[in-house]
């Protein structure tokens, strides 16, 4: 601490700031937060951010395995990855909790003898329990709680922001995991956001509980879980993956 004299008296540095502050000054600085200073991430247009886990660069599924385990089966071609049709999903080989997830999606651009939730059909479960629904809602009729980004069965988008088949779309969603009691009942739902090629679709909505085609939606006690990728029997292909893992954890495991 460096030490100042003024007018005989030896002052610290920040007493002496102090008494160099206007009453306002001095008034303001009471609610100034200083610490912890926020960690340094850059994040250029079109990359990831420099701290986000990079679940598919177009290379390889290292990070990615079948839904039944083993190697996953679907195939990469000029930086994107497409769904084996009739050889199931795809899920991370790591489990995520809260998180902010960016994918890039794009439905067939041949869309004949196909409609509503044939067209384009996949799905993005979050914790493989919690679907934002993949699918080609450009000029195609289907059910509202079924179209591109709604969650599935539960929440309709606000907007619809579908660009035509065949062209790459993208999906940001912060998503905030459900917690548990050590009892292993609901203490706190899950929530999501999603923006669809930029436009806010969902915006904090409460989850109800895990997707469900038939039937309410019911919450069942699980700890972190990986992301899932589905086969729907459609060519769907994806690209540019990443996460980051946000602050919370759920409270007990299951």
């Not at 479960?125 to 179209?147: C, H, I, K, M």
Request: glycine share 8%; proline share 6%; with cysteine.
């Amino acid at each position: 601490m460096l030490l100042c004299v003024s007018g005989g008296t030896v002052l610290a540095s920040d007493e002496l700031s102090a008494q160099e502050l206007t009453p306002e000054e001095q008034q303001a600085a009471k609610t100034e937060v200083w610490e912890p200073v926020p960690e340094k991430v850059s994040a250029e247009p079109g990359q990831a951010p420099s701290d986000a886990v990079v679940l598919f660069d177009g290379t390889n599924l290292d990070a990615w395995e079948g839904e039944e385990g083993g190697s996953a089966p679907w195939k990469i071609e000029d930086g994107a990855v497409s769904v084996a049709r009739g050889q199931g999903g795809i899920r991370t080989k790591d489990a995520f909790c809260d998180m902010q997830l960016h994918v890039e999606w794009r439905a067939p651009a041949d869309t004949q003898g196909y409609d509503g939730q044939d067209r384009g059909n996949s799905g993005i479960f979050l914790q493989e329990r919690y679907e934002v629904q993949v699918l080609d809602s450009w000029d195609n009729p289907t059910y509202a709680n079924g179209q591109a980004a709604s969650v599935y069965k539960q929440h309709i988008p606000l907007v619809n922001a579908s660009r035509a088949p065949g062209e790459w779309q993208n999906y940001d969603i912060i998503f905030t995991a459900p917690r548990f009691d050590t009892n292993g009942e609901l203490e706190s739902p899950a929530y999501v956001s999603v923006l669809h090629n930029g436009v806010l679709v969902q915006n904090h909505v409460e989850i109800q509980g895990n997707t469900e085609w038939i039937g309410e939606p019911e919450y069942t006690a699980h700890d972190c879980a990986p992301l899932y990728l589905q086969d729907h029997d459609a060519d769907v292909s994806y690209r540019n993956i990443w996460v980051r893992p946000l602050s919370g954890e759920p409270d007990s495991e299951s």
